[in-house]
């Protein structure tokens, strides 16, 4: 196996931003994330969100694509919340995904434990609560 470090954030809501994550729902939906980070390969820092989208840090392994990751973290807590809960549920068909340094890492892990917090008090990172169906990757501006 290689030597790796492969930290993100990554962070998507609801279809429609519907308030569907209740309270009661949050400890189960967070951990089958989780799992699947592990099933992947990959490994969990942190899980949280409000009712409308969740927040993970995670390692994710060079063996698997971000955009399979990502799908993969999605459709299983996707199907685990329609089959334990009974009730429809779909995620937005986008995600953000943001690249951490080791040196931030704590800091990320950090922002995403205090979701709840940060939501209440406005001490949000826009970048990192944008949402956008669009595909909107980073522009390269080069100088002459």
């Known amino acids: 196996m290689a030597y790796w470090r492969l930290y993100c954030h990554i962070v998507w809501a609801v279809k429609g931003r519907a308030s569907l994550i209740k309270p009661e729902m949050e400890d189960a939906v967070y951990r089958i994330i989780g799992h699947k980070c592990s099933d992947q390969g ?9 009712e409308d989208h969740v927040h993970v840090v995670a390692a994710v392994p060079p063996t698997i694509a971000l955009s399979d990751f990502v799908k993969g973290l999605k459709g299983s807590s996707s199907r685990f919340i329609h089959t334990e809960y009974q009730t ?11 690249t951490v340094s080791e040196r931030n890492l704590a800091t990320a892990i950090q922002y995403v434990r205090h979701q709840k917090e940060h939501h209440k008090a406005g001490t949000l990172v826009a970048c990192l ?10 522009r390269l501006e080069l100088d002459d």
Not at 42 to 50: E, L, Q, T
């Open 42 to 50: 990959g490994f969990a820092y942190a899980v949280n969100g409000i």
């Open 88 to 98: 429809p549920f779909a995620w937005q068909s986008g995600y953000g995904i943001f």
């Open 129 to 138: 609560e944008r949402f956008t169906s669009e595909d909107d990757g980073p």
